[in-house]
């Protein structure tokens, strides 16, 4: 069973730009969670998806965005970058309820 | 803020040897807990599971310890090898469907 893919892995992006991921879960699976990874404020929760509805909601501003699609695969969208956007982003999903998360390698950006 | 920290950063330990990684939590409403294992450039791996109604759970050479009364957990590792040597962290739900909150981290090195 093929794992949670993420792309791309790495990105180099400016301020002011816009930043794309992506996210397939595993097979199967329809919860797709977003978690931020940065070396000073460790695994932040950005959101969570289910059935293409976001069930939760961290605490980032409004520039973080996301969506799923029907075949559960998911996306996530940062606006206007800051460079305190630099970190790794990481996907996870689960069967039904986000808790036993499994993660993909993560998309790491840096915004210069 | 999280309501799931760790006691020590770092820790060393010779291979061989038993490893034990601390964890705090204070939310008492927390119904399950999860150890999670990073190596350089990868995502979170799901390690070991323990539900609020248990208070010991063995898997594989790692072994999970609840304690409820001082909201303490903490993972041993047994026969620590040098593939061993990651951050971990843990990672608590409260009831319903509310995110998984990590803890920032203990980073085990190995020492052959």
């Known amino acids: 069973k093929a794992g949670v893919t993420q792309t791309p892995r790495y990105l180099i992006k400016t301020r002011g730009q816009q930043v794309t991921l992506s996210c397939s879960p595993i097979?199967?699976?329809?919860?797709v969670s977003w978690y931020q990874q940065t070396p000073g404020q460790g695994l932040q929760f950005l959101f969570e998806y289910f059935s293409e509805t976001q069930r939760n909601k961290g605490n980032f501003p409004g520039r973080f965005s996301g969506r799923q699609f029907s075949n559960s695969r998911s996306e996530m969208n940062v606006s206007t970058l800051e460079l305190g956007d630099s970190a790794l982003y990481l996907c996870?999903?689960?069967?039904?309820?986000?808790?036993?998360?499994?993660f993909g390698s993560g998309t790491q950006l840096s915004v210069l | 803020g999280e309501s799931v920290g760790l006691h020590l950063p770092t820790l060393s330990v010779q291979e061989g040897d038993n490893s034990i990684i601390n964890c705090a939590y204070s939310?008492?409403?927390?119904?399950?807990f999860i150890w999670y294992k990073q190596e350089s450039g990868k995502g979170p791996q799901f390690i070991i599971d323990?539900?609020?109604?248990?208070d010991k759970r063995q898997g594989q050479r790692v072994t999970v310890l609840l304690n409820k009364t001082v909201k303490h957990l903490s993972l041993q590792i047994a026969a620590t090898q040098p593939g061993d040597s990651a951050v971990y962290f843990c990672?608590?739900?409260?009831?319903?469907?509310?995110?998984?909150?990590f803890g920032k981290g203990t980073r085990l090195s190995v020492i052959a």
């Open positions: 990672a608590e739900i409260t009831s319903g469907n509310t995110p998984l909150v």
């Open positions: 097979s199967g699976h329809r919860s």
């Open positions: 939310n008492s409403a927390s119904d399950y």
């Open positions: 323990i539900r609020s109604n248990m």
């Open positions: 996870a999903s689960s069967a039904d309820r986000a808790e036993k998360l499994f």
